[in-house]
């Protein structure tokens, strides 16, 4: 049985920093590309990362560009989202996801695109 599970939210004020993980078990974790997704309240959800399975490759929208660093360890199963300089902008609850195939591709966006979801950790950001 597939497990995803999140971890590291918190509240935080606007310019601090957090770090998020995520552990996956019951599937070869290095067969996945692996992403986050954020949905605040009354808002559609958002991608807001994706590294390929080898770790070579990641992708950011406009939004956190240059504030998020995704990175995976594969001898831990575990994902991470850093992030820093945040803005309350960037509170929701965030998820990870795994997306068969390895590759972020041109989808990697798309919450349909995966496979196995987490329940998600919320982040609060105050003003």
């Known amino acids: 049985q597939v497990q995803v599970v999140e971890s590291g939210g918190g509240l935080v004020q606007a310019g601090g920093s957090l770090r998020l993980s995520c552990t996956a078990s019951g599937l070869t974790f290095d067969d996945y590309a692996m992403g986050w997704f954020r949905q605040a309240p009354g808002k559609e959800r958002e991608g807001v990362s994706c590294i390929n399975r080898s770790a070579d490759r990641t992708v950011y929208p406009i939004s956190v560009s240059g504030r998020f660093t995704i990175s995976r360890d594969n001898a831990k199963n575990t994902l991470y989202l850093q992030m820093d300089n945040l803005k309350p902008e960037d509170t929701a609850m965030y998820y990870c996801?795994?997306?068969?195939?390895?590759?972020?591709?041109?989808?990697?966006?798309?919450?349909?695109?995966?496979?196995?979801w987490g329940r998600g950790t919320q982040v609060t950001v105050s003003s």
């Open positions: 996801a795994a997306k068969s195939g390895g590759s972020c591709g041109g989808t990697w966006s798309a919450g349909s695109a995966y496979n196995y």
